[in-house]
């Protein structure tokens, strides 16, 4: 045990077993509910957690994993500062315009571009720079936009998958493992690869092929000018040359010996340096200012008090008695140990957020190690974990925070994405692509 | 077609402030020209055009009021939805859309109802609120103030920096 938790004298004379795994079931039905904001469920916890004796304070911040905080701030403030400059209108109205305004062409590029946009910032950004441009496109076709917010709420939490920046289960697996950039890529990309290009393939047949434009209506999108798009070009050149440093720095983490965090920080304060430097000090804070309110900081939070209560349920051992559970319910075979990751974490996701989930089920798998044989051959099961989880998102409109998004834009659109609807065909879809996703896991790791 | 416009024929119920302590009530047009929540949109947008009305309130059949319309709306009614959303594009200078795309857009709503399309959120005021509060809401709205009973929900009056002008002019020193 930690000498930090050895204090374990807990309120009331309690088992801290039980309290913290009470505390832990709470805030997991209370994130389900979502009559509080997840943020304050989760202070509130780690705080419970914390006051209740389970944890002192020192102990509490030695659980917070500052990488992954520091990496996912350094990232929305990068985008924060990149969106300004317009880019991302210009390369999906770009995309569009190369189908020649063809309905079932724009879907599809649209597709790759949430993918490949996904898979270098987080799903969330993605998905809230994509989905407006994707409905002015759409009001300019007169089409339905439901099968392309459709596809692009697929095409998020799929490209997500394959890196370590993509998606948040990644960066948590990754950082807690130790996993670079190049690790995700290398992993997960292949399998990301082809299950884009299947996905397409129902969407096609459901809506695809019925989709129609009038030659005036492509004409429309094809009038649009993206070189408008960029609205500061200075900023663009600056934005472009950062981000590609610090995607260059995560391909290089392991050389240069540096951590996700620092370079995605870095990354933010010399994008923060040069893009404020022809302003006065005044315009300067205004800026700050205003960037820093596009930090998602109910995310950030909500990541720091869970990382406090997992952690804290983790000290009491209680992960460990759950890892030994599951490995005797898998009879210790590690195939069907994987197999059974990548099912169950796929259905949870699509059920519950998958933050929580995988938060939990890190330190469950770090426990199955000794049983297995080592971390060697935990590797299987991280890819199980980030697939699941991540793909998982996709099987119901609460599975993922970019669904929501998504969702939140098409009825601002008057075209609501209704819960049932949405799990009707996203279920389905899903559990084919983690069916592709077992034979890969199956056929290349086990 | 004739919009089922009326002028607002209010029996008073809360007491006009008086000269000392005077009120919305004591500053608003008692009977406002409105629209009703069931008129067609290309009633109200027809309406607004012709009498360069900024803005109308919108009232039920029993008079309660409902929000309003104006040329706000009519802007969003044209405008592609995915600038004017909340959390849209803030800015959309590749788009090439004429003013046939614009009439378009007006025509695919117009036979729907404006409750469809006013704002509803609308800052308000009551009958008492004093006369200060009232043209201090009536700067930050930097519009036309409808004034409803708390009680009823009913449109008791508009004030307009006319109506405002119009009574301070008249009192006098």
């Keep these: ?446 | 077609m004739q919009p089922h416009l009326k002028q607002v024929q209010q029996p008073m119920t809360t007491t006009p402030g008086t000269d000392t302590h005077p009120t919305a009530s004591t500053i608003m047009d008692p009977n406002p020209k409105v629209l009703f929540s069931t008129d067609k949109i290309s009633v109200g947008v027809h309406y607004i055009m012709k009498h360069r009305y900024r803005r109308l309130p919108v009232v039920d059949n029993d008079g309660r009021f409902m929000g309003v319309f104006g040329v706000s709306c009519l802007l969003r009614l044209v405008l592609p939805k995915a600038v004017v959303m909340a959390k849209g594009l803030d800015t959309a200078p590749f788009v090439r859309d004429s003013l046939s795309d614009l009439h378009r857009r007006l025509q695919a709503v117009e036979d729907e109802p404006i409750s469809l399309c006013m704002r509803d959120e609308m800052v308000r005021v009551c009958p008492d609120t004093p006369l200060i509060e009232t043209l201090l809401t009536l700067y930050k709205t930097r519009a036309s103030l409808p004034v409803v009973d708390p009680d009823t929900g009913k449109l008791v009056g508009v004030i307009s920096y006319f109506d405002v002008g119009e009574k301070v002019l008249a009192a006098g020193v």
Excluded at chain 1, 38 to 50: C, E, F, K, N
Excluded at chain 1, 239 to 254: E, K, R, Y
Excluded at chain 1, 366 to 390: D, V
Aim: hydrophobic content about 55%; glycine content about 8%; aromatic content about 10%.
């Design chain 1, 1 to 446: 045990m930690n000498p930090a938790t050895e204090v374990m004298d807990v309120v009331f004379g309690l088992d801290p077993q039980w309290y913290a795994g009470t505390l832990f079931v709470l805030t997991y039905l209370f994130i389900m509910s979502d009559r509080i904001n997840r943020a304050i469920v989760s202070m509130t916890a780690a705080g419970l957690m914390v006051l209740g004796g389970v944890l002192t304070q020192e102990a509490a911040l030695e659980g917070v994993d500052f990488n992954t905080i520091g990496l996912l701030t350094g990232m929305m403030i990068i985008v924060a500062i990149t969106r300004q400059s317009g880019v991302f209108q210009f390369l999906a109205i770009w995309s569009a315009k190369q189908v020649n305004g063809s309905p079932w062409g724009i879907l599809v590029m649209l597709s790759m571009v949430t993918a490949l946009l996904s898979a270098l910032l987080d799903n969330v950004t993605t998905v809230l720079l994509i989905a407006p441009v994707t409905l002015l496109i759409t009001d300019s076709l007169d089409v339905d936009p439901y099968p392309y917010l459709f596809a692009e709420i697929f095409a998020a939490n799929i490209g997500g998958a394959a890196t370590l920046i993509g998606d948040p289960p990644n960066i948590m697996i990754g950082t807690a493992v130790g996993l670079s950039f190049n690790d995700f890529l290398f992993n997960l990309g292949p399998v990301v690869a082809v299950l884009l290009p299947a996905m397409m393939i129902p969407i096609y047949l459901i809506w695809g092929r019925k989709l129609v434009a009038s030659s005036d209506a492509r004409q429309r999108v094809m009038d649009y000018n993206e070189a408008d798009a960029i609205t500061d070009k200075r900023l663009l050149w600056q934005s472009m040359l950062v981000l590609a440093l610090v995607i260059t720095g995560f391909i290089l983490a392991n050389d240069i010996h540096q951590e996700p965090a620092t370079i995605a920080m870095f990354g933010a304060a010399l994008l923060l340096l040069i893009s404020s430097l022809p302003r006065s000090p005044g315009e300067q804070s205004e800026q700050l200012e205003y960037i820093f309110s596009k930090v998602e900081w109910i995310t950030i939070f909500f990541f720091v008090g869970l990382f406090i209560i997992v952690y804290g349920v983790e000290e009491t051992g209680l992960m460990e008695l759950l890892a030994s559970k599951m490995m005797e319910m898998t009879g210790g075979d590690p195939e069907l140990t994987t197999i059974s990751i990548i099912w169950t974490s796929a259905i949870a996701s699509a059920m519950v957020d998958n933050i929580p989930f995988v938060a939990t089920m890190i330190p469950i798998i770090q426990n199955m190690g000794g049983m297995l044989g080592g971390p060697e051959e935990l590797m299987p099961l991280w890819w199980a974990l980030a697939l699941g989880s991540c793909l998982g998102g996709n099987g119901s409109l609460v599975g993922a925070s970019a669904n929501l998004i998504v969702a939140g834009f098409a009825e601002r659109a008057g075209q609501p994405i209704h819960f049932l609807r949405f799990m009707l065909i996203a279920f389905p879809l899903m559990l084919g692509s983690i069916a592709i996703s077992t034979l890969y896991i199956y056929l290349r790791y086990l």
